[in-house]
């Protein structure tokens, strides 16, 4: 984790906001749930959801890499698997 300098963040399960270094008021629940975020007041529920985000905000994904290739889009709300994805990746 190398949360630096955010607040109110909560992340739950592995490698979950790994990266978020700025970000606040963030909640990611599943293993890489915006490990790549640095925006704030990001929702992301389910495995890799929105896990390229890096500066939106205000956004909701709410399954498995849901709003994945989302990087810099703001108050979306993309909810089912890979919802949001120009294309769908695998991991």
Do not use: C, P, W
């Amino acid at each position: 984790m190398k949360n630096t300098s955010g607040s109110g963040n909560t992340f739950v399960g592995d490698n979950a906001g790994r990266d978020v270094v700025t970000g606040s008021g963030n909640s990611f629940l599943g293993s890489y749930a915006g490990q790549l975020n640095t925006g704030s007041n990001n929702t992301f529920i389910g495995s890799s959801g929105g896990y390229s985000n890096t500066f939106g905000t205000e956004n909701s994904f709410v399954g498995r890499s849901a709003g994945f290739a989302n990087s810099s889009g703001t108050n979306n709300t993309f909810m089912g698997s890979f919802a949001g994805n120009f294309k769908q990746h695998r991991l």
